[in-house]
């Protein structure tokens, strides 16, 4: 008999053993499926976060995009007005009347101040440099954006050096040879003979050169980048629709 009750016993203790086993890995499952859920949820909040970022940050390109682009368009419908004047001093025929009050009016500040420059900010590149993109198409957009920002930036701050040097040489050959350019500088009326020196070969060979480096350089590298910018701004709205 007490045979039987030690095995009986020890058949007891057995399934004891068994069911704590089977609860403990339970306990051990329920802890780790916890754990996993835990960590899901807790990556699933970190990646709308990050798309909620992105999605900011990609307005915020938008927005910018569109305001350089209209700036690029004030410029542009300014140098346009250059042009025409640019012209005007380079023709071969008598002027009008009515050109000839315009060059009265423009010619003495055509090559010295009478000149607009975009100054392009670097806001798209800064928000776009330090910036981590996880969605693909997004990145890949924004990655092209900051590329031809700073393209653009080397480009027309390349041309917008030798202009304003060309500003700069001209207003000092003015400053060494002519006596009233102090009247230029301060906005005084110049007298009849000294408007002499607009009507010259010299003066002529200055705006030539200016119309050179402004509308074959610095108006073609405006025109591609608003090109550039217009795609990008359609791009950024369809990935954010």
Do not use: C
């Amino acid at each position: 008999m007490r045979f039987f009750n030690k095995v009986r016993s020890q058949s007891l203790s057995g399934k004891r053993f068994k069911k704590y086993v089977t609860y403990a890995i339970g306990e051990i499952v329920l802890v780790v499926v916890g754990i996993l859920i835990a960590l899901w949820i807790n990556n699933w909040n970190q990646s709308q976060i990050a798309q909620e970022k992105q999605h900011i940050l990609a307005e915020n390109v938008l927005e910018q995009m569109k305001k350089d682009v209209l700036e690029i368009d004030k410029v542009m419908a300014k140098m346009d007005e250059q042009e025409q004047i640019y012209e005007l001093i380079l023709m071969d025929r008598e002027p009008t009347e009515n050109e000839k009050i315009i060059k009265f009016k423009e010619a003495p500040f055509l090559v010295t101040v009478g000149f607009t420059i975009l100054n392009l900010e670097p806001k798209v590149v800064n928000q776009l440099s330090n910036a981590t993109i996880t969605d693909t198409d997004m990145k890949q957009t924004l990655n092209a954006i900051e590329s031809d920002y700073n393209l653009a930036h080397n480009e027309l701050g390349l041309s917008e050096e030798i202009i304003v040097k060309e500003l700069l040489s001209n207003l000092g050959y003015l400053r060494d040879n002519y006596e009233w350019y102090y009247k230029l500088i301060t906005g005084q009326s110049l007298q009849v003979d000294e408007y002499a020196y607009f009507k010259s070969s010299d003066y002529k060979n200055r705006v030539a050169h200016m119309e050179l480096i402004a509308m074959d350089s610095y108006y073609s590298n405006l025109s591609k980048f608003r090109t550039s910018l217009q795609q990008h701004i359609e791009a950024v709205e369809s990935l954010l629709k």
